[in-house]
């Protein structure tokens, strides 16, 4: 009788793989990212962690074993969700693996642009001693958080530390600890006049496509900043750029875009009050690390038990 079959499209440290052992021991494991080495191996894989583009191409959907999926991101927009729902397969994300290293991020960029530290990074480059009228500061200030999941939840317990005043938005309108007052996105145009940072860390569905454009923009305080870690097809980039450009809003920090990389004809790299990172606001040293001990094992344990995969599994209905 063959085996049963993991294939894990990244490379990991032995002790990960001894502690896989020690769950599935009769298992074949192929493991590493490199095509050649798990391609012959898809469709006789039950379960597959890391999900590549090419795979897709590659699996017959009709010979394919695979009983579940566990992504390497949070979001799973880009997987084949309706073939995967179809054959009822499970899929699970990588959801929270991200809180700390995204959360810094986002507060690294609120306080690169109150503090104008991306000017002064500028200016050293020139040796040029100037102010550049440097008179924000951030303690105290309105924050809006779009989304309060695990990363959603990290950036309202730091802003807590900036004493900062924290607006949450989830789907579920659910109270969060750490946030002062929850709505529904429906609610959003009343409430972004009132805020200093709006920040987004949605996930890219319907109802979040194109969610913010000149509208929302027009209804932000000229003041305010915008950081976007979640989606870039979130926003309308075109009139993103539009508000920054004429003043609408104070300036972005920006960590994904509606194309990536991100054209270089694209006017967001020469605004000054613009900070691009690419697309590396979840990138730890942990990373892996987290995903497999975090998440994969104990939902592996389960798994063999009998039982569906419960930590981050994906609704289809709802898209994350």
């Not at 579940?68 to 990588?94: D, F, M, R, Y």
């Not at 607006?167 to 429906?186: A, C, W």
């Not at 094992?297 to 063999?304: Q, T």
Request: proline content about 4%.
């Amino acid at each position: 009788m063959q085996n049963k079959k993991l294939i894990i499209t990244q490379n990991l440290d032995q002790i990960l793989i001894d502690k896989i052992k020690v769950i599935i021991p009769d298992w074949d494991l192929v493991i590493g990212k490199e095509k050649n080495i798990w391609s012959e191996h898809l469709n006789e894989a039950e379960i597959i962690v890391s999900w590549k583009k090419e795979i897709e191409k590659m699996i017959s959907w009709n010979q394919s074993k695979l009983r579940w999926l566990q992504a390497w991101s949070a979001g799973v927009n880009s997987l084949p969700l309706q073939e995967l729902e179809a054959k009822k397969i499970h899929t699970t994300s990588a959801n929270g693996v991200h809180a700390y290293p995204i959360s810094e991020t986002i507060f690294a960029l609120m306080l690169a642009l109150t503090r104008k530290i991306h000017t002064y990074v500028k200016n050293q480059q020139t040796k040029k001693w100037d102010h550049a009228g440097l008179n924000l500061e951030l303690h105290g200030k309105t924050i809006a958080i779009l989304g309060i999941g695990a990363i959603g939840k990290e950036t309202a317990k730091i802003a807590k530390a900036f004493g900062m005043e924290v607006i949450g938005f989830r789907h579920s309108g659910k109270p969060e600890e750490n946030v002062d007052i929850m709505y529904t996105l429906q609610h959003l145009n009343n409430v972004l006049p009132h805020c200093d940072y709006v920040v987004v860390t949605l996930p890219y569905t319907k109802e979040t496509h194109h969610l913010f454009g000149t509208e929302q923009f027009n209804l932000m305080k000229p003041s305010s900043f915008f950081i976007n870690i979640g989606r870039g097809s979130i926003v309308v980039e075109s009139e993103l750029i539009n508000a920054l450009q004429d003043g609408k809003i104070s300036g972005a920090g920006l960590d994904v875009f509606e194309k990536e990389p991100l054209d270089e004809g694209s006017p967001l790299w020469e605004l000054d009050n613009v900070i691009i990172t690419p697309h590396t606001s979840g990138s730890t040293e942990h990373y892996t690390k987290r995903v497999i001990e975090d998440i994969f094992i104990p939902n592996l344990k389960s798994y063999i038990q009998g039982e569906t995969p419960a930590i981050n599994i994906v609704d289809y209905k709802k898209g994350y």
